[in-house]
């Protein structure tokens, strides 16, 4: 079974900089999905960003991007120009490829922008 | 365009009370999913439609649970009886066409039983 695994509980970042969230999952698939959710107190689940496995090219989404070691089976998000709506739980999801339409979340990590 | 729409968006319901959930996906979207999101298990997959059909309801947690989709802008999830450990946000999301595309999520259902 997959797993995904992100291991920064939370994290702060100072308004204007940079942060990187991590995760890294665990497959014997070779063609899969992963995602990034954004999930703010309103508690809507936001995508933020997506990687389809057999790209090598890193997924860029404005001041969103993310470093996918498929080698490592890691898939980081970056946050350039951090701003206060920023601030949210971030969740990392797997899906394959395969025909499995379950997504397998991470357990999050908590964003904390500082004015 | 509008998206995945939930209702209610917040239920207080007694314990033993049944609890109804509905949603409407995004409009020409053909598959549907339902997931539930409490502290201790995270996010988890409940059951999801295909074209209206039930494709995989392996996550339901127990007997208790029931879900339908009448119509392709239409589903339900059903509790009864509730019971408190049910308390958690229900999601509903669609996608549209094919496995790959990313799928979209609603504002979710906050449900308590007390």
């Known amino acids: 079974a997959q797993t995904v695994t992100q291991s920064q509980p939370e994290m702060s970042v100072q308004e204007a900089e940079t942060v990187t969230l991590s995760c890294t999952y665990d497959t014997s698939e070779s063609d899969y999905y992963l995602f990034w959710y954004k999930q703010p107190p309103s508690r809507q689940m936001i995508l933020v960003i997506r990687q389809e496995a057999y790209k090598q090219q890193n997924a860029t989404e404005n001041r969103f991007s993310v470093n996918f070691q498929k080698a490592a089976k890691s898939f980081s998000l970056k946050i350039s120009d951090s701003q206060l709506g920023d601030a949210a739980m971030y969740f990392c999801a797997y899906r394959s490829a395969s025909g499995n339409e379950k997504l397998t979340f991470g357990t999050g990590t908590r964003l904390t922008i500082i004015p | 365009d509008a998206g995945v729409i939930q209702s209610p968006r917040h239920e207080v319901t007694e314990m033993g009370q049944e609890v109804t959930l509905r949603c409407k996906p995004i409009?020409?979207?053909?598959?549907l999913f339902w997931y539930r999101q409490t502290m201790m298990r995270g996010l988890e997959l409940l059951i999801y439609f295909n074209n209206n059909v039930p494709i995989d309801d392996s996550g339901m947690p127990e007997d208790r649970f029931s879900a339908k989709m009448p119509n392709a802008s239409f589903s339900t999830l059903k509790i009864q009886p509730s019971e408190p450990r049910d308390s958690a946000v229900y999601f509903c999301?669609?996608?549209?066409?094919?496995?790959?595309?990313?799928?979209?999520f609603g504002e979710g259902s906050w449900l308590t039983v007390v």
């Open positions: 409009s020409g979207h053909n598959s």
């Open positions: 999301a669609s996608r549209q066409g094919y496995s790959g595309n990313t799928i979209y």
